[in-house]
């Protein structure tokens, strides 16, 4: 028994320290952002669940065994809820959280009626214990010790010297995160992505009307448009993360628009979220490292017994990812210790690792420091070395800087479309959107 058990916690802790683990943590963690840099999220939620089926099966075999006998009412709902009840004692989402809370509740149980002399009411005292701990330590046990540990590592890095002082952001290094080594790609000399005719209706409101959009390779091509004209909408529908009610979408002239999130990201198209959509249980670097698997591994891999760093090529991916968005020095850091614009870079560079040779980035610039922005500026124009970029953008100083064409989206239609020099003398754009700017 004592073997069997030895083995089960073994093989248990080969898988968390697997890709599949790291994966199986970023999925609980950010289901959305998972699915976006490439993972299948499906098929690794029913591998958890599998493995889980396993090892309860063999756990119920091995009891048979030891009791040489199996009654049918071995395994009562009140066995199940028992087992939920000991993993949120000892902390779900842990792999020694489930036996510590075990341990404890079967301690408890055993000292209530056996010392207390509870009687029946022991189940009773149990229950109040259970909902008394739950309540204070949310995560169990073991989830209470992390989030010290976590605490303590975040007080140390407010104290430490470089936090008193704005978090330097160095000027980003040339280290180029290779854009394309996407498996058996074939040049394609058309434009790098098109939408032909595309609309999305949210009940009577039309979000996109009709758009046609064409990007050419390795351009570099800005989206302006007022609030709410459309543009995540538009990113949304781009990277197949949303259905358009109709019109299609190709990339290097292959037909998406029925494709999934994951699959689009790995044929190379991506897009930095809006809003953050960071793995924020996580550091940076482990960030990274979730989107850097998903290029390397594919969509679904079943390496449960790899070791995590055994993974051909992903170390160097993950550091010149995080040289490239300058965050080595805060790699390490829990990411809710980081400060804003370095979350807004972390949210690029989890775009990044993905290797995609098109780029959508949804206002990258939002929320930043002057400087912050000028620094940003330099990273984009660095980025779009050897691939194809799109950028929504409100700052307009960075985007007729950056955008060697530009759209311009209104009411979910395509206002205008030129140069930076053409849009600014645009009389239709003044009026709809820079006048509106002015006015305001
Ligand atoms: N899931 C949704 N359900 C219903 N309406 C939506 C949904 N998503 C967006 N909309 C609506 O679609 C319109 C376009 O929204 P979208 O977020 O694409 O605009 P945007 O150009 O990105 O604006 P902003 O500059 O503020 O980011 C808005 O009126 C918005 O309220
Ligand atoms: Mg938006």
New binding site residues.
């Given amino acids: 028994m004592a073997f069997w058990y030895f083995v089960g916690i073994v093989i248990g802790l080969r898988i968390v320290r697997s890709p599949v683990g790291a994966i199986l943590s970023a999925i609980r963690d950010n289901p959305l952002r998972a699915s976006a840099v490439g993972h299948n999220i499906h098929a690794y939620k029913l591998t958890a669940f599998v493995i889980a089926a396993a090892y309860a099966g063999f756990a119920g075999g091995l009891l048979g065994v030891l009791q040489a006998f199996m009654p049918p009412d071995a395994f009562t709902f009140e066995t199940s809820g028992q087992l939920v009840m000991q993993t949120a004692i000892g902390g779900a989402g842990t792999l020694f959280g489930p036996l510590v809370g075990a341990t404890v509740w079967l301690y408890l149980s055993d000292f209530f009626q056996t010392t207390l002399h509870l009687g029946a009411t022991w189940k009773l005292v149990l229950g109040v214990v259970f909902v008394v701990l739950v309540c204070f330590l949310r995560r169990g046990i073991i989830g209470g010790l992390k989030d010290l540990g976590l605490w303590l590592a975040g007080r140390r890095w407010r104290g430490s010297p470089a936090e008193d002082a704005p978090a330097p952001v160095e000027v980003p290094r040339l280290a180029s995160v290779g854009p394309s080594r996407r498996r058996n790609e074939k040049p394609f000399l058309g434009p790098a992505l098109e939408a032909r005719g595309l609309t ?1 209706r ?2 009577g ?1 039309i ?2 009307r009709d758009i046609n959009f064409s990007v050419g390779q390795g351009e570099l091509r800005g989206i302006i ?12 529908m781009l990277t197949c993360e ?1 259905r358009p009610t109709s019109g299609r979408i190709f990339f290097h002239g292959r037909d998406i628009t029925d494709v999934k999130v994951a699959r689009v990201c790995q044929l190379g198209l991506t897009k930095s979220y ?1 809003v953050n959509q960071l793995f924020s249980r996580l550091t940076p670097r482990q960030n990274i490292v979730i989107a850097a698997l998903a290029e390397r591994r594919g969509t679904f891999s079943l390496d449960l017994l790899r070791r995590i760093d055994r993974v051909p090529g992903l170390d160097t991916q993950v550091e010149a990812t995080l040289a490239m968005v300058s965050l080595t020095a805060r790699a390490d850091v829990p990411v809710v210790e980081l400060a804003y614009g370095e979350k807004r870079r972390l949210e690029i560079g989890l775009a990044l690792a993905t290797s995609p040779s098109l780029l959508l980035l ?2 990258p610039l939002a929320g930043m420091s002057p400087h912050e922005r000028k620094e940003t500026v330099l990273l984009l124009k660095n980025i779009a070395r050897g691939r194809t970029l799109v950028v ?1 953008e ?1 700052d307009m100083d960075a985007i007729f800087e950056l955008a060697e064409r530009i759209t311009v ?1 209104h009411e ?1 239609a395509i206002l205008a479309e030129g140069t930076p020099a053409e849009i600014q003398r645009n009389s239709l754009v003044q009026e709809a959107y820079l006048g509106g700017m002015a006015a305001a």
């Fill in positions: 999305k949210f009940g409101l979000a996109n448009g007022p609030n709410g004209a459309g543009k995540s909408t538009f990113f949304k949303m809006q949804d206002e929504v409100h989206l979910g």
